[in-house]
T-cell receptor, first 110, second 115 residues
Framework: SQELEQSPQSLIVQEGKNLTINCTSS?????LYWYKQKYGEGLIFLMM?????EEKSHEKITAKLDEKKQQSSLHITASQPSHAGIYLC??????????FGEGTQLTVNP | DTEVTQTPKHLVMGMTNKKSLKCEQH?????MYWYKQKAKKPPELMFV???????INESVPSRFSPECPNSSLLNLHLHALQPEDSALYLC??????????????FGPGTRLTVL
């Protein structure tokens, strides 16, 4: 969706490296969601951010919301092969539906 | 528990067949969703039910017919599908449709192949 730009499209990292995925909205954000998907499977909810400056962490994954820039970043510290998959951001633009970014394909090489 | 279940996991059907996809959740959620996902693309919203009533239909062809028989169940009836309808069909649910309680939890999906 052009309303939500996600970058990079794909990312290949060596195990143990840190990485960041970005998601930028062209519209006002009322909520920003991060999901992870393995190919051919359902989406796994990671985190939801609502307030500017909000930061949440789960294990080695941290997400932040920059309200001014209408942008969120997902940071993985010391990546592991289990982090591999497709990361999708979803935006709540107050339309009773989520708009998804195109996704970031993450590969972690052992 | 944030589990949404979907059956079947895989489905192969001919263009003249009638089949149904089933989705179930027992989290007390009152909003349920159907999405279609093609390979290497994000999910596309098809239908949304809120309190068992159809709230959003994203101009989906009539060969797809949703049904919400009760607050825990969501069906998608399929008839006279085309090969381009082959995709991963995802069901999701959330507490409510909006108002800050709309984190969506997804099922594992049904992989549909139309021959």
């Amino acid at each position: 969706s052009q309303e939500l730009e996600q970058s990079p499209q794909s990312l290949i990292v060596q195990e143990g490296k840190n990485l960041t995925i970005n998601c930028t909205s062209s519209k006002t954000l009322y909520g920003l969601y991060w999901y992870k998907q393995k190919y051919g499977e359902g989406l796994i909810f990671l985190m939801m951010l609502q307030k500017g400056g909000e930061e949440k962490s789960h294990e080695k994954i941290t997400a932040k919301l920059d309200e001014k820039k209408q942008q969120s970043s997902l940071h993985i510290t010391a990546s592991q092969p289990s982090h591999a998959g497709i990361y999708l951001c979803g935006a709540d633009h107050r339309g009773s539906r989520l708009t998804f970014g195109e996704g970031t394909q993450l590969t972690v090489n052992p | 528990d944030t589990e949404v279940t979907q059956t079947p996991k895989h489905l192969v059907m001919g263009m003249t067949n009638k089949k149904s996809l089933k989705c179930e959740q027992h989290m007390g959620h009152r909003a349920m969703y159907w999405y279609k996902q093609k390979a290497k693309k994000p999910p596309e919203l098809m239908f949304v039910y809120s309190y068992e009533k159809l709230s959003i239909n994203e101009s989906v062809p009539s060969r797809f017919s949703p049904e919400c028989p009760n607050s825990s169940l969501l069906n998608l009836h399929l008839h006279a599908l085309q090969p381009e309808d082959s995709a991963l069909y995802l069901c999701a649910s959330s507490q409510r449709l909006a108002g800050g309680m709309n984190t969506q939890y997804f099922g594992p999906g049904t992989r549909l192949t139309v021959l």
